[in-house]
């Protein structure tokens, strides 16, 4: 192996820019040279490729975002974009390919690895949701929990001055685990999320009991994908049978996507980002890299996108005893 690319796919995620950076560096202190990929495989399909140095990659370990850009791309779902992706990279040398992003990142992955075996790819879990299966956090999902836990601890100071009832909507289409952990460590009052059915029963059965014990205010965390509804939906059902607060709705949406990496976010990231290069250079194809229980460890992609992380029972326990 001589030349290798690297992309970002997928939802942005806080410290896809240190992977970036690590694998540029690992391959270059490896003897390869490396090109970045632009938008994705969009990018990929019109061969949008640069070439990478260390300098490409300087101060940008601390950057939210991607430097590569990130973009969805209906090209690459058809055989004839994947075509002209394969001959992109069989034009610019590229033997294997590090692919940073999520379940739809790797499906991508994996069908284009079947019509070209040739090239070899190995990818990093970027998301936010911390949903996928080989590894125990994926990048970005660290500096999303605290980039939302400090500004539900805002919410909640003006909530506490005011008797307020909030419903905060944090992201989680269809995985709790933003919620679940934002909840727990803000003090939440419930939170519903897509893994477990919403009782609004239960829920106003909850509020009661908190009144009843002298709250001044409460916070419920409602993860997008709730089933019963989003954050205005469900409030708007718990007003008409709980009026001892004034009900507030918070949408915090993208911003749980932005800002700079924690620590742990980039180290994590330059773990992975070196780990796969190496991958690459072992001949391991075709796998996901992950970091459980601090070692590296390595996930074949049909078992990343097929099985995902369950919520930890024992944390759903947790919001029950505590709140």
């Given amino acids: 192996m001589k030349k290798i690319a690297v992309f970002t796919s997928g939802g942005d995620a806080p410290g896809m820019n240190a992977c970036i950076r690590a694998v540029v560096r690992t391959a270059i202190h490896e003897g390869l040279e490396v090109v970045g990929i632009m938008r994705g495989y969009q990018g990929m399909v019109e061969g949008d490729l640069v070439p990478m140095a260390k300098h490409s990659v300087s101060n940008i370990i601390n950057q939210g975002g991607t430097i590569l850009r990130s973009a969805r791309s209906e090209d690459f779902r058809t055989a004839a974009g994947r075509r002209r992706a394969y001959e992109n990279l069989q034009r610019s040398g590229i033997d ?66 005011h008797d ?51 709250k001044n205010a ?15 939906q469900i409030a708007e059902a718990v007003k008409k049978r709980f009026s001892h607060y004034e009900i507030k709705v918070s949408i915090l949406g993208h911003m749980q996507r932005g800002g700079s990496p924690t620590c742990m976010e980039r180290v994590r990231a330059s773990r992975m980002g070196m780990a796969a290069v190496q991958a690459l250079l072992d001949g391991k194809f075709g796998v996901m890299i992950g970091i459980v229980n601090n070692e590296i460890l390595h996930t074949p992609f049909d078992q990343a996108i097929k099985h995902h992380l369950d919520l930890n029972p024992e944390m759903l326990r947790m919001v029950e005893i505590l709140s």
Avoid at 96 to 122: H, L, N, Q, R, W
Avoid at 218 to 232: K, L, R
């Fill in 218 to 232: 409460s916070i419920v965390i409602v993860a997008e994908g709730d089933d019963a509804g989003g954050a205005f």
């Fill in 96 to 161: 294997g390919v590090v692919a940073i992003g999520g379940d739809g990142t790797f499906t991508g992955a994996s069908v284009f690895m079947s019509e070209y075996p040739d090239v070899k790819f190995v990818g990093c879990p970027g998301t936010i949701d911390n949903d996928l299966y080989g590894t125990d956090f994926t990048i970005g999902y660290d500096t999303a929990i605290n980039t939302a836990m400090e500004a539900i601890d805002k919410i909640k100071d003006t909530a506490n001055a």
């Fill in 164 to 214: 307020r009832l909030f419903f905060i909507e944090v992201m989680g289409r269809d995985a709790g685990f933003i919620a679940l952990s934002t909840g727990i460590a803000t003090g939440a009052e419930a939170i519903l999320v897509p893994e477990t059915s919403t009782s609004l029963d239960d829920l106003i059965h909850t509020l009661e009991d908190g009144y009843q014990h002298k």
